[in-house]
């Protein structure tokens, strides 16, 4: 992974304080560089984070128009069935409910 945060903060840094400011610029970058490549490593995802990441995308989307509809609920939960498998689904099913129920909308036909 190549990593530009040090090159990129001596330029500017250059560019606004002179030498001084590229050197400062240079560290700060450098500083930078190691700790988003600390994140990187530590971002891994889990067993069921797709799953539930489609979830919230799936309830973004039912919601966008005010009303949640019974025909929507019903492809989702088929979607899933054939995606992931009955368990999986049923426990992704109570998950979304709690999704959609903070907000007040009810599942009309």
């Known amino acids: 992974m190549i990593k530009f ?3 990129l903060g ?3 840094g250059w560019a606004v304080g002179g030498p001084i400011g590229g050197l400062l610029g240079f560290v700060i970058g450098s500083a930078f560089d190691e700790l988003s490549g600390a994140l990187v490593q530590k971002g891994t995802t889990g067993n069921g984070d797709f799953s539930v990441s489609l979830l919230i995308l799936s309830a973004a989307v039912m919601k966008a128009d005010g009303k949640l509809l019974k025909s929507e609920l019903e492809y989702i939960k088929t979607f899933f069935l054939h995606q ?3 368990e ?10 709690e999704i959609l ?3 007040g909308l009810q599942i009309s036909s």
Do not use: D, I, V
């Open 5 to 7: 945060g040090k090159w």
């Open 10 to 12: 001596g330029g500017l």
């Open 84 to 86: 992931f498998g009955k």
């Open 88 to 97: 999986t689904t049923e426990q992704r099913m109570l998950l979304f409910k």
């Open 101 to 103: 129920s903070p907000h």
